[in-house]
């Protein structure tokens, strides 16, 4: 039978919630709120402040209409809203002083000059993540702008007068881990080194926190269709949104996208081949046919997936955004002095 500890106070309803001996995430049985059980502490709860309002996020969504040829032209004029309310949805926080030592090697010169020379970068940088601890495929927002220093305590009663609220249901630990392989990620882009041998990466004051976070979800009707637009309720930012396809850009991208492939393919390849010969030439042709069958197939994919636009902000980085102070150094010192630099970090 597993032991369990009572005494703590939900901070919903008040009431006594009990917790299970390892147990992590624990429900109120008075008012099924759930929360995070971490240390003697606990997890850290906060909320960002709702400061855009309703006609606010309905101007961001306006502009969001215009924002693209490939959203229907008419939006604007057709679009009738049928809902607009505030949720705060959860994200597991993640801040740290991020101090990396990467080894490697970065390419000089070109061709048969090119020649690679050994590089030790520092990096010291101030990083933060968030992810969501929740179901979000209803509303399309995985990660919120960061908003530390705007940051107040977590008022349940406060949120949900104002709003609908989401508990978190995903676990902390992969969250974290995430964050890690993130925080790695962004040290090995800031390098910039052409051939990575070693890579030393140490998080120092290392915080966590869970941040309710406010989105403004706006439905409109298009022609008989239903689509949504998520704003942020703290900077007024579309962070997603869907509306219909432009039809004119559609088939203008298909038919420019096909004669352009066709021509960069066929036509240029068969010139070159006629006038030069040699395997130089023939290489190259073959690459310029690979380059105008890629244009053909993202114009066919841009016509047959056009019907809807999506967008997702940061959606076409490849690292989420880890704003923060701090310098990359280039040094030349010895592997040896790696410990003894970050212990002094400390």
């Known amino acids: 039978m597993e032991e369990t500890t009572h005494g703590l106070n939900c901070p919903n309803c008040g009431g006594v919630v009990p917790i299970p001996e390892g147990q992590v995430i624990v429900q109120c049985p008075y008012c099924d709120l759930r929360s995070f059980v971490r240390g003697e502490r606990g997890l850290l709860r906060y909320q960002a402040p709702l400061r855009i309002q309703r006609d606010d996020a309905i101007n961001a969504m306006s502009k969001f209409f215009g924002s693209n040829w490939a959203i229907a032209r008419n939006l604007r004029k057709e679009a009738r809203l049928s809902e607009a309310f505030v949720v705060y949805l959860p994200f597991w926080a993640v801040w740290a002083r991020v101090a990396a030592w990467v080894f490697g090697e970065e390419k000089v010169g070109r061709g048969d000059k090119a020649r690679y020379k050994p590089r030790e970068i520092r990096v010291v940088q101030e990083m933060t993540w968030n992810g969501a601890a929740c179901d979000v495929g209803e509303f399309g927002v995985n990660q919120v702008p960061p908003v530390?220093?705007?940051?107040?305590?977590?008022?349940?009663?406060?949120?949900?007068?104002?709003?609908?609220?989401?508990?978190?249901?995903?676990?902390?630990s992969e969250a974290r881990q995430t964050a890690q392989k993130q925080f790695k990620a962004h040290v090995r882009s800031k390098a910039k080194l052409d051939r990575l041998a070693q890579l030393f990466i140490r998080s120092l004051r290392q915080r966590f926190g869970l941040v309710y976070h406010p989105l403004w979800v706006l439905r409109y009707l298009y022609r008989g269709r239903a689509f949504q637009v998520a704003v942020d309720g703290f900077t007024g930012k579309v962070l997603y949104g869907k509306a219909p396809g432009n039809t004119v850009y559609r088939a203008g991208v298909l038919v420019l996208g096909m004669a352009f492939g066709a021509f960069l393919a066929i036509t240029i390849p068969a010139l070159i081949l006629g006038a030069g010969d040699g395997e130089g030439s023939l290489f190259f042709a073959l690459g310029l046919f690979a380059a105008g069958l890629g244009i053909m197939y993202a114009s066919y994919r841009a016509f047959r997936f056009g019907e809807q636009y999506e967008y997702r902000h940061g959606a076409k980085k490849g690292i989420p955004a880890l704003p923060g102070m701090g310098k990359t150094l280039t040094t030349s010192i010895d592997v040896k002095d790696v410990e003894e630099w970050i212990d002094l970090l400390n």
Do not use: A, I, N, T
């Open 148 to 172: 530390e220093e705007h940051l107040e305590p977590f008022d349940p009663d406060e949120l949900h007068r104002s709003g609908m609220v989401f508990e978190p249901v995903s676990s902390f």
